[in-house]
C-alpha cells in the first residue's frame, strides 16, 4: 500500500515538474518576442529621426497644409512628396431606393401649436443654412428645389417648414428649399415669382433637375405622396381639404405641382401676367396640354392636403381679367420690379429675390 501511495505520489511530482518547465519556456520565448518588437520599434524611430531633421522646413508646411486644407503650395518652395500609400477614399454610395422604407404613410397635422424656428432648427440637424439636405445613406436620382412664393406668411411658413424637413428627408431626397419673397405691396403675382424661383434655384446650384411649386399653407397628408418628377409634369395636391378632399375640376393644377428642368424650359415657363388670385394654374394646363404632355398625379388617398385657414390677403384680390389673357406663348421673363427683395431673418430656407 505504501509502495504504490509512493509511486503515484513521485508520478504527481514529475508531471507538476514538468508543468514548471514548460511554462519556464513559454515565459522566455515571450520575453524575448516583446524584447525584439522593442528593439525594432526603437530602430524604426531612429532610423526616421535624422531623415526629419535634415528638412525641418519639409516639416513645417506639411503641418500647414493639414490646417489650410485649400492650399495649393508650401510657403518653403519645396516639391511635395507623394505618399506611397494614398489615403481611404470615400466609398460608393448605393442609389435611392424608389420606395424609401421609412415612410410613416398618413400623417396627423394640426396648427395649433407654436411653431417658433429654432424648433424647426432643433429637429433638423441635418438640414444646413439655406435649407439644403443630402441623404447620408444613399445617392438620389434627382436633385430637387422647392419653390415658394411668398409674402406676409411668415407664421403658414414655420408650419410649412416643421412639417416638410422631415418629410422629404425621409423621401431620400436632396433638395433645397427657395422662399420668393415679392417685395411692397402691388398686387401679388404668383406665377412671376415661380419663374423668378427657378432661375434663382438654378444659379445657385445648376444641378437641380426638378422643381417642386409648393404654396406656403399646404402641407401634405401622407408622405407617401413623392415629392419628385417624372415622364410627365405632376401635380400632388389633388385632394384638399377645402375642396372637401377632391378634385374640383379636371384641369386644376394648383396648390402643389412638380415639373422637370426639360418639362419647365418645354412649356415656355409660367405666364407672367397674372396679377391677384386666380387663372395662372389654368394656364400653366394649358401650356402642358398645349405641348403635348399630360398631368400625372397620385392615388387620391395619398394626394390630400390640409390648407392653412386664413383671410384672403390684402393686393390679392381675384384677376377680373383672368378668363381674357394668353393661355400659351408667354415667356418666361424675370422682371424684378414686383418680386424683389427678401425676409433676411428666416432660417432653414434659401431666399430669393
Sequence with gaps: ???????????????????CLLHFL????????????????????????????????????????????NATASSSG???????????????????????????????????????????????????MGGRYTPPDCTPAQTVAVIIPFRHREHHLRYWLHYLHPILRRQRLRYGVYVINQHGEDTFNRAKLLNVGFLEALKEDAAYDCFIFSDVDLVPMDDRNLYRCGDQPRHFAIAMDKFGFRLPYAGYFGGVSGLSKAQFLRINGFPNEYWGWGGEDDDIFNRISLTGMKISRPDIRIGRYRMIK???????????????LCTCGTPAGTDRTRASGCWAQLLWTRQGT
Design 26 to 69: 513559454v515565459a522566455v520565448i515571450l520575453y524575448f518576442d516583446v524584447y525584439a518588437q522593442h528593439l525594432a520599434f526603437f530602430s524604426r524611430f531612429s532610423a526616421r529621426g535624422p531623415a526629419r531633421a535634415l528638412h525641418p522646413a519639409a516639416s513645417s508646411s506639411s503641418s500647414s497644409n493639414c490646417s489650410r486644407p
Design 78 to 128: 519645396l516639391p511635395e512628396v507623394p505618399s506611397a500609400r494614398p489615403g481611404p477614399t470615400a466609398p460608393m454610395l448605393p442609389p435611392c431606393p424608389d420606395s424609401p422604407p421609412g415612410l410613416v404613410g398618413r400623417l396627423l397635422i394640426e396648427f395649433t401649436s407654436p411653431m417658433p424656428l429654432e424648433r424647426v432648427q432643433r429637429e433638423n440637424p441635418g438640414v444646413l
Design 310 to 324: 386664413h383671410d384672403r390677403d390684402k393686393h390679392n384680390e381675384p384677376n377680373p381679367q383672368r378668363p381674357h
Design 1 to 19: 500500500m505504501s509502495r504504490l501511495l509512493g509511486g503515484t505520489l513521485e508520478r504527481v511530482c514529475k508531471a507538476v515538474l514538468l508543468l
